[in-house]
């Protein structure tokens, strides 16, 4: 690995991918760096040795990552998997943990392609053992082959949801009931951007067969359900619920939930990028124009870490930003650059004709986004509760931040990561105030774990 | 609660799961290791004991953390399985093995 590269690209998922081989065989040394052990990222994991059983569950949007990842493989840029990134300056500083070696290396262009965590969504008994995030279980499968053996509950909002219950009907998991928590309220709100969405309709015709064959195979859906908690000693043993005006409860071992997904900005956000509060999408991402540039000079964005727009999107505005990286290379002119985008300009248009209707149809309400059940936990790793939150408040302490210096949430070993949005929410409800007047955490280096040992280990010439 | 799919297309290796000697894929990451043989939780917190398990599956939720090979607070879905790993629940922060220093 070298000390310096005018092209570092962060991040194996579809945008990094693009990107990487958007700039290769142009002259220029690039390298892309990642935490997983093969190219894919979280939608396209595990792509290149899946076994093709599994494959065939996954579906052919799934299996659209192959081809980025041959030609990815194919492309002369250096790849560095198992690399975690956990510091990201202005000065375009890039501090790196490979094979238990710790590095500070630069670049003239960043490209930080960091993609999406699921939205953490905290509710009474979301901390107990069994209780875990739709994505998480498709990762399980995709990654392993992992899948539900004792049946499953389903709850939340979104696509995932859909997608991952006509999988596991593919698998024949027994889906025990699937809770969608979508207000009805919603329809009537998305009903508005229907129109343009249906510029878009494969992604509706998707959704709507995956209904079909769950309703036909007796899957049963409980539109509208509230109040969702999990229940058990130390371990989950029941999920309660209301649905229409009464009280259920089923038992089970494992509740999958999702309630869509935000982007996952921590680099951006500790390199000192302005973010911004997206209501649509209800949730923060860095400011950026149609080329990727963030508000540093030099570092770019990409894919669901931009915003979210799902992985074909991603792929789009990965070459799109790797164009501007070699148009600020001095590889591109400008005018080849435009000319060079023109396609994925188009087509990165004409996919996200659908992201209004589905951000409105989709929205999380905001009782749920600042519960106010004071019980519950939402900061999973201090094990701070909502109630802890609104009395710092009421105490005088109205921002995220300041709320974190007094009770330690946000604080933990995943530096906030599951609770910066819900302590945002819920400030904001606490202080009467709308969440996009509201301030996330301010990130700090390290982003992601590092020991003594390795932070010990960077040399003297690449400390300086 | 979890099974994995048998898949032939993969190396079997030994490993040591809280002192049980089985055999595993190869590569799989530790966490879908560790459900698909039935643990059901991975860690217990250093505040109030209570038990916790792998939530996101992607690295960023630290809610998998394992003592692997000795060393405590390792992510289990971003680790891979390898021959003779030593793969162990975490208790709180994670006490250390007899004659063994934090590295």
Known sequence: MND??????????????????????????????????????????????????RAQTLGTEYLRGKTLAAAFRESDVEYYPETRVWSLNNGREIGITHKSQSKIITADQILVASGAIERPMPFSGWTLPGVMQAGAGQILFKAAGVIPSDGVVLAGSGPLLLLLAWQYLQLGVDIKVILDVTPLSNHLFALPKLPRALLAHHYLTKGLVYQRDLSRAGVKTKIGASNLQAAGDDLLKSVNYRHLG???????????THFGVIPHIWLTQSAGC??????????????????????????????????????????????????????????????????????????????????PFLEAYFAIPQSMLATTDNETIICRCEEITAGQIREAVETGHGGSNDVKYITRCGMGACQGRQCANSVAHIVADAGGEAVSESSHYRGRPPVAPLTLKQLASLTKENRQ | MFKQLPNDQLEMVDILLNGEKIQVPLGTNVAAMTLSQGQRYTRTTSLSGSKRAPFCMMGVCYECLMVIDGIANQRSCVTYVKQGMQIETQQGVGSLPEGAHHE
């Open chain 1, 4 to 53: 310096h590269y005018q092209l570092l690209i962060i991040g194996g998922g579809p945008a990094g991918l693009a990107a990487a081989t958007t700039a290769s065989g142009q002259g220029i040394s690039c390298a892309l760096l990642d935490e997983q052990p093969a190219p894919g990222g979280q939608i396209y994991r595990s792509i290149e040795s899946v076994p093709d059983t």
């Open chain 1, 246 to 256: 009464r009280e259920h409860t089923i038992e089970t071992d494992l509740l999958l």
């Open chain 1, 274 to 355: 302005k973010h911004q509060w997206d209501n649509s999408q209800q949730c923060w991402r860095p400011r950026h124009d149609e080329w990727g540039n963030t508000s540093i000079e030099g570092i770019l964005v990409a894919g669901d870490g931009a915003g979210i727009n799902g992985a074909r999107s991603a792929e789009h505005a990965g070459r799109i930003a790797g164009l501007q990286a070699l148009f600020e290379l001095g590889i591109l002119t400008e005018s080849e650059r435009n000319k060079q985008a023109k396609n994925d300009q188009k087509w990165m248009k004409a996919d996200r004709h659908i992201r």
